[in-house]
C-alpha cells in the first residue's frame, strides 16, 4: 500500500494482537444478566481469534456504572494487574467500548495494551480489506479511532506531566504535526470515497435502467451469506469461518423461477453494537442495502439467540437508513437444527429455513423470493386506447394485470411490470406507484 500511516497504523494493531494471549473483561451493567455478560465474552473471543490472538483468561465484574477512570474499579485493575503478571499475557480487551482517557490510564497502571471491542474489530476489517474502497474505508475508521487517543510515546508522556517548562518540547510539536497530518488525510480519504461513491451512485443507476431487480443479502457476520450467494450463482466467493470475512461486495444475476432475473449482491456483515465510526466510514459500502428493492436477511437458526442476531442486524440496517427496504428472513444452517428449522420459521411469518451449505431448501427459497419480488414490483397504471389489442395483450403478457376499467378515451390499467416493460410501454402510462407489501 501507498501510504506509509496506513501501514503503520494496521501493523501496530495487527502486531499487537498477533498471536497474543489475552485477557477478556467484561462488566455487567445495571439491568444485564451474567450470562448476557458471559454471552458478550464468548463472542469477543471468537473476534480475538479471528483476530489471530488467544484468549488467555477473562475476568469479570458487576457495576451499575462504569468507573470514569478505569472503566473497572480499582481494586479489580489490581486484580487485572496479577492476572496479566500470572499468565504472561501482554494484553488486555475490553467487550465494552473505552473512551480515550480510560484506555490511556488503563494503559498506565497496567503496563500493557488496552484495547476495546471497537480496536478488535478494526484489526480485522483491516486484515481482510482487499479492494481499493475497502481499504479506503477501513483507513478512515481507524484514524478516526486514533486521532482521540494520539499520545506523545508513553514514556515522554510520563515525564511531561504536569505542564509549564518541558511540556512543549519537540514531543508536543510532533503530536500537533501528527495529528495534522492524521486530519489532512482523513479528508482526503472523505473525498475519494464521495467521489467512489458517485461511481457506483451512476452504475447503480444504470442497472435499473437495465430493469434488473436489486436484492442484497445482508445478516449477521458469519451467518452464511457468502455460502448463499455461492450456492445460488456460483460466485466462488471466499466462505471462512471466520468473523467479517466478507467486506467488499460482489453481486452476481439470478435467475428467479417463473420471474425476472435479479442482481443478488453479497456484503458485510453486521453484528451486536457494530462501531459507529465503522459504519459510519462503510457507507459507501452499506449504501447497497439502502437503495436495495429487498433485503434477503440471512440468520445463522443454529446460534444461541437467532432472534438477538436479528435484532442487532435491523438496529444496523435503521442505521444506515435501510429500515424501510422489505425483509425476506432465510434461516441457514438448517441442517444443525433437530427441526430443520420448523419452529423458528413458525415464528417468523414468511421467513424459510435453507441449509445453504448442503443446498437444502434453495427451491423453497427462490420460489418465496420470486413472490415477494412480485409482490413487491411497482403498479404502473396505463390509458391504452381501445384499438390497441395489441398493447393490451403485451401488458398481460409481460406483467400482472392488477385492475382494467373503461375509461372515457381507452382502457384503464393498472399492472405490475418490470421496469424493462414499463419503459417500452411508456407512451400509455399514466403513473407509477409503489404497491409496497
Ligand atoms: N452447517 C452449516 N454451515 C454453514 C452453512 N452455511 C454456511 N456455513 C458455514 O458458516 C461459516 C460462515 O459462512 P460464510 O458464508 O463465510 O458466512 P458470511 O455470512 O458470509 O460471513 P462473513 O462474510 O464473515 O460475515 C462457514 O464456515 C460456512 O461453511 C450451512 O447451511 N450449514
Ligand atoms: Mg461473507
Known sequence: MSNPYQEALTQTLIERSFRERIVLVGVTMGGQT???????????SLLIDTAGADEAARVTQRRDVPDSAFYIGKGKVEELKEVCLALDADTVVFDNELTPGQQYNLERALGRTALDRTAVILDIFAQNAHTQ????????????YRLPRLRRGAKAGLSQQGGGIGTRGPGETRLEVDRRRIMRRIEKLERDLKDLQRTRSTQRKSRSRSGLASVVIVGYTNAGKSTLLNSLTRAGVLVEDRLFATLDPTTRRLSLPGGEPVLLTDTVGFIRALPHGLVESFKSTLEVAAAADMLVHVVDGSATHPDQQITAVREVLAEIGADNVPEFIVFNKADMLDDHGASLVEEYQGAVAVSALQQQGM??????????????SKVTELLVPFER?????SVHREGEVVSIEEAETGLRIRARLSEASA????????TTSNSGN
Open 389 to 393: 389489442g395489441d398493447i393490451v395483450a
Open 423 to 430: 419503459g417500452r410501454l411508456r407512451e400509455f402510462v399514466v
Open 34 to 44: 451474567d450470562e448476557e455478560t458471559d454471552e458478550g465474552l464468548d463472542e469477543l
Open 363 to 376: 427451491d423453497v427459497l427462490l420460489r418465496r423470493l420470486s413472490d415477494r419480488m412480485r409482490a413487491i
Open 133 to 144: 474502497e475497502g481499504k479506503a474505508q477501513v483507513e478512515l475508521a481507524m484514524l478516526r
